[in-house]
């Protein structure tokens, strides 16, 4: 029987994986409007818990277009899941909203050409192996379908800035000490500041990771502080993600190459979250973001081509060891 507000939030807690801190006003929200009221026996307070869960973590649908072939445009994070796995994201995603747009803007002098940037390769010239690759890629074929496309460059958080940016920082402390939790909460600190970060929510994502493969006990006490970090991972993924996507134009159907540095953090949460999901053995949708990926970004700098295939063959992570 849960009786008091503090019960409630931490039941919430172990849920959503958010601080207590962070659920306090939710909860006493929903109290004062009269969703609940206590005592709450077992069966009562867990759907009181599944409400407050799908209330803070729907995800925000900002008009993601449908239509067409899933595999040859660019599909939104609200087409892949209904909900954040972090009641934060929603937060962070109402805060941008709210600041103003800052668009991503098109590069007219750079297009992307398929047929002369992409992976039509020479087998005089190139391994065999990968030539056959490439002739077999389906994602690649679609690229190369959809003809000459529009590069676009996403905005700078810290535009005009001529100082070491706070991610810099934080890492440079962190390679320099060791310290993983003074980078955590500088992490904390830098996303708080800046939701626009999308590079600290990718930086957040890599550390939840991180942490994650320290677990090598099978136990089950272990596999559930896996699972937790995991979910952690992916929630910070989601939000960079979706921080991202704010800025990205209705029906975007342009590039957004590696070669623009403001690219790289939403490519790198983007790459993020397809890990995440393929850990947690969500095949169909880290194969819907690798695929998604590898359309905006068909140079591929990041090697996510050699993933696909193991994700469609639905191998588990830990069988293929990516590292």
């Known amino acids: 029987m849960i009786t008091a507000d503090a019960q409630l939030i931490a039941a919430l807690a172990e849920r959503t994986g958010l601080p207590p801190e962070a659920l306090f006003t939710p909860v006493a929200l929903a109290r004062v409007q009269g969703v609940f009221?206590?005592?709450?026996?077992?069966?009562?307070?867990?759907?009181?818990?599944?409400?407050l869960v799908e209330t803070m973590t729907r995800v925000i649908d900002f008009g993601a277009p449908a239509g067409a072939d899933p595999a040859s445009r660019y599909v939104w994070l609200p087409e892949i899941t209904t909900h954040y796995v972090s009641a934060e994201t929603r937060r962070v995603v109402i805060g941008v909203s709210s600041a103003g747009e800052m668009p991503a803007r098109r590069s007219p002098d750079d297009i992307y050409d398929p047929h002369a940037d992409g992976w039509d390769l020479d087998p005089g010239e190139y391994d065999a192996d990968l030539v056959r690759q490439a002739q077999q890629w389906s994602w690649w074929q679609r690229v190369k379908a959809a003809g000459v496309r529009e590069s676009w460059r996403m905005p700078e958080p810290y535009a005009g800035a001529d100082h070491e940016v706070p991610l810099d920082r934080a890492l440079h402390e962190r390679d320099r000490t060791g310290d993983q939790a003074t980078y955590r909460?500088?992490?904390?600190q830098i996303r708080n500041a800046t939701y626009r970060d999308i590079d600290a929510w990718a930086h957040s994502g890599h550390e939840a990771l991180a942490r994650a493969d320290t677990v090598t006990i099978r136990s089950a006490a272990a596999q559930r502080r896996r699972s937790a970090a995991l979910?952690?991972?992916l929630g910070y993924y989601q939000t960079g993600v979706a921080v991202g996507e704010l800025s990205l134009p209705a029906g975007f159907t342009g590039v957004l190459p590696w070669s623009w540095t403001q690219n790289r953090p939403f490519l790198r949460a983007r790459h993020g979250w397809a890990l995440a999901l393929w850990r947690l053995g969500d095949f169909d949708n880290a194969g819907t973001v690798l695929r998604t990926s590898l359309w905006i970004n068909?140079?591929?700098n990041q090697g996510l081509r050699d993933l696909l295939p193991l994700v469609e063959q639905r191998r588990p992570y830990e069988e293929v060891a990516i590292v």
């Open 37 to 51: 009221a206590y005592p709450l026996h077992d069966d009562a307070a867990e759907d009181v818990v599944r409400r």
């Open 185 to 188: 909460s500088a992490l904390r």
């Open 231 to 233: 979910t952690e991972a």
């Open 298 to 300: 068909p140079a591929d």
